[in-house]
């Protein structure tokens, strides 16, 4: 009798088996994320039918019905309208926003003198661009360049008025060179001042304490507009009969100001998230204030803080628009100011003015928004769980 | 013992220029001098500045004639009317904005963002959009946008869109229904205080014998029935006192009803739909901050998915919620200030226009930031209660 072991090991892996036809491929998909329960599937109708309302729409009116070039306003009106589209036309007037590009980017700026924002513009992406790769070398020179090297070349640049440069004054300036200008100066105030008053809040002496909560709750409890009136209306009255300060340089007063207190609370949040062993671990070292700051807490509390400070810059950005209102033309005020060309006056022109203005406001912030993103992922070298 | 002596010694110092405790009241008496020589030149400049162009100072102009009108006066209101009458229009115009665009904003934002937590990819994706766009373009521009761009572009008065319960939308803006209260309709509003204060004790009663008995009762549905019933029942009891003034059709314009303006909806419209934007994000985030075991724990207790929201996962997500959501609120309510580029008489536009015809500058921009300082913090102040009442009880 032939002797049978009825123990058995498995030497090999099983083949894996593919997942149940119900759990895998475009079905398995649709029916976890589109139609899981009744109400998952009334919710999918209902979502379709807002896209399928919304979306052509919207690519008719932009694209397929939108008139891209013409000289004035007949080619964006109907014919009862007095102009060449048939009754009952809707769509963009992209002509518009051509025939006015210029005007758009730099404002009343002379027309013979744009080559100057135009070389700003090509510095100022040259400089940019290798700063904000992480692989370029060589960051420091990087950045004395584009924050102390750049500013006083492209102030000579635009204002003019050396070096045989017809000087142009900044009431001539406008459009997305004002909009880019004041929030590219306003970041480089506002965020040392913001380290300035945010170091001076947590400071241990008392009076330089509460003049920096003083200063930071007030601003902050106060619109812009409040400050950029304060900027464009009192300061004139503050200084001595004869002196006067430039519009355009009241406007970016004004911002930086309400920029720097709402910084300053940004940086307050990461120096308080800083363990108290490391100040301790500086003041044991023998550093002193500054020391201590500048090379073991500051470095530390502004990598914590990186998204709340592009979001400062962000808002910055978009507050920038509110200049308008102190009569000065920035892009959103420059469109603005078009609607009123009797040449272009349409019922399209507004709305696909501010379309524009909308697309450029919205591609600069959303790329600086993902960029901060990025960095923050890069950065997240320490309380990494 | 000797080592105690010398700890006791006041440690040596190099010089009493490194003594920080000298070096601190150095520092601050420098700060104060140069700020109080600071505040001297500038009021010494703005004195100065005053008389040569002739203005005057004080707040007595506040007394004096406005001479100028408002469109949006929720108090009785001529260019007869003070200049102090002017400002507080402009303040309650302000208040009506941020209340209703805060009250809008917020249902907006919660349902974005739960929308963007969704299970449905589609409705996910939706919400998504609508934040990345809203977030990222400058609530003036949406402003004008409804401005300019949709609501100037609605059909005249005489081809106005009809909408359901009698109400119209033009380019003039929108016509809706007008309730007329006739005599005795303050039982309503009696009946309605009523309703609510037996609510409430119904709810803490109710309270009150679950924690005893563990034995539930329906607060929800009784404080429904409540507080539609007994004013309704009041409405009856009364004779019908309400009716409904409908906006009518004439020859060039709408007559008759509530009308809203297009300076005012569109302004509510921007504000809330952008703050919303904000307001979905925080909320996400409040969500997404309550650990998955919360819910879980709550699961294998027999919870099903209705109430493990409502009892285990949004009282914890409100902790988070509250104090960014009350700083979206001061935002809003200091937005509310870009009303003055589409000119509704805000507090703003109403304090510039002030500013422009007494030449008072100083006044006008400090009427300006009281104001706004005084309605910040009483947001902070309401908001502050209900984040005392959210927040945990430790024990």
């Known amino acids: ?385 | 013992m000797a080592s105690q002596e010398i700890l006791r010694e006041e440690p040596s110092r190099g010089s009493f220029i490194n003594d920080p405790r000298i070096r601190s009241l150095f520092f601050q008496t420098l700060v104060v001098i140069l700020l109080f020589s600071s505040i001297w030149w500038i009021i010494h400049n703005v004195i100065e500045n005053l008389q040569r162009l002739h203005i005057a100072s004080g707040f007595g102009f506040l007394r004096s004639r406005a001479g100028f009108d408002i469109s949006d006066t929720p108090i009785a209101y001529t260019s007869d009317s003070t200049y102090f009458r002017a400002l507080v229009v402009g303040l309650l115009n302000t208040i009506i904005v941020a209340v209703a665009g805060i009250v809008l904003a917020t249902i907006v934002g919660f349902a974005i963002g739960i929308g963007r937590l969704s299970q449905n990819w589609l409705i996910r994706k939706i919400c998504t959009v609508y934040v990345e766009i809203f977030r990222n373009i400058p609530p003036l521009l949406v402003i004008f946008f409804w401005y300019s761009g949709v609501l100037a572009v609605l059909p005249p008065p005489r081809e106005s869109i009809h909408l359901p319960f009698g109400s119209f939308l033009n380019q003039r803006g929108f016509y809706l229904p007008r309730a007329v209260w006739g005599d005795g309709s303050w039982l309503i509003g009696v009946a309605l205080l009523l309703a609510i204060a037996m609510a409430w004790f119904v709810a803490h009663r109710a309270r009150q014998r679950q924690r005893a008995t563990g034995q539930q009762f329906p607060v929800f549905w009784t404080s429904v029935a409540l507080i539609v019933g007994l004013p309704v029942l009041a409405y009856l009891a009364s004779g019908m006192p309400l009716t409904f003034d409908f906006p009518k059709q004439s020859t060039f314009n709408l007559t008759g009803g509530f009308w809203v303006k297009p300076e005012f909806l569109s302004l509510l419209l921007a504000l809330s739909f952008y703050t919303a934007a904000f307001i979905a994000e925080i909320v996400r985030a409040g969500i997404r901050g309550v650990s998955k075991g919360q819910s879980e724990a709550a699961g294998a207790l027999g919870l099903r998915s209705g109430p493990i929201l409502r009892l285990v996962v949004i009282p914890q997500a409100m902790r988070i919620v509250i104090p960014p959501l009350t700083s979206q609120y001061l935002n809003l309510t200091k937005n509310s200030s870009l009303a003055i580029a589409i000119g509704y008489p805000d507090l703003t536009a109403t304090a510039g226009t002030v500013l422009n015809q007494t030449g008072q500058a100083v006044e006008g921009v400090f009427i300006m930031m009281i104001a706004y300082l005084v309605l910040s913090l009483v947001t902070s102040f309401v908001m502050n209660i209900v984040n005392a009442r959210m927040a945990l009880v430790e024990r």
């Open chain 1, 1 to 385: 009798m032939q002797e049978h072991d009825m123990s058995w090991v498995r030497t090999e892996m099983a083949l894996a088996q593919p997942a149940p036809p119900t759990e895998r491929g475009a079905y398995a998909w649709v029916r976890k994320n589109l139609i899981g329960s009744v109400g998952d599937t009334i919710l999918t109708v209902l979502g379709i039918a807002i896209v399928l309302w919304v979306l052509p729409q919207v690519i008719n009116w932009a694209f397929i019905n939108a008139v891209w070039t013409g000289p004035d306003r007949t080619v964006c009106t109907t014919a009862s309208q007095g102009g060449i589209q048939p009754d009952g036309w809707t769509g963009a007037c992209w002509a518009f926003v051509n025939a006015k590009f210029g005007q758009f980017m730099f404002g009343t700026y002379p027309v013979e003198e744009r080559w100057r924002p135009i070389l700003v513009a090509i510095l100022f992406v040259a400089l940019l661009v290798p700063m904000l790769i992480p692989r370029v070398p060589r960051k420091g020179l990087n950045a004395l360049l584009l924050f102390v090297a750049l500013p006083i070349v492209a102030f000579f640049l635009l204002v003019g008025g050396v070096f045989g440069l017809p000087h142009v004054e900044t009431p001539r300036w406008g459009g997305l060179l004002v909009t880019l200008s004041l929030s590219f100066v306003g970041i480089a105030v506002s965020l040392p001042m913001g380290i300035v008053l945010a170091l001076g809040r947590r400071s241990k002496m008392p009076i330089i304490k509460w003049l920096c909560v003083v200063f930071i709750e007030t601003v902050r409890g106060i619109p812009l507009i409040t400050v950029l009136f304060f900027a464009s209306v009192m300061l004139p009255l503050f200084l001595p009969e004869g002196v006067s300060f430039d519009k355009y340089l009241r406007a970016l007063i004004g911002v930086s100001l309400f920029a720097a207190a709402y910084m300053a609370e940004v940086i307050r949040g990461g120096l308080q998230a800083i363990p108290k062993g490391q100040y301790e671990g500086a003041d044991s070292l023998g550093l002193g204030y500054w020391q201590k700051m500048g090379l073991i807490v500051l470095p530390q509390a502004l990598k914590l803080v990186i998204p709340g400070i592009v979001n400062t810059f962000i808002g910055m950005l978009k507050d920038t628009s509110l200049v308008l209102i102190i009569s000065m033309f920035d892009l959103l005020g420059v469109v603005k100011q078009n609607f009123a060309d009797p040449n272009w006056a349409t019922p399209q022109t507004p709305k696909s003015g501010l379309i524009f203005a909308a697309f450029v406001f919205w591609l600069l912030c959303f790329g600086m928004s993902r960029y901060s993103m990025y960095t923050e992922r890069r950065l997240d070298t320490g309380y990494k769980r």
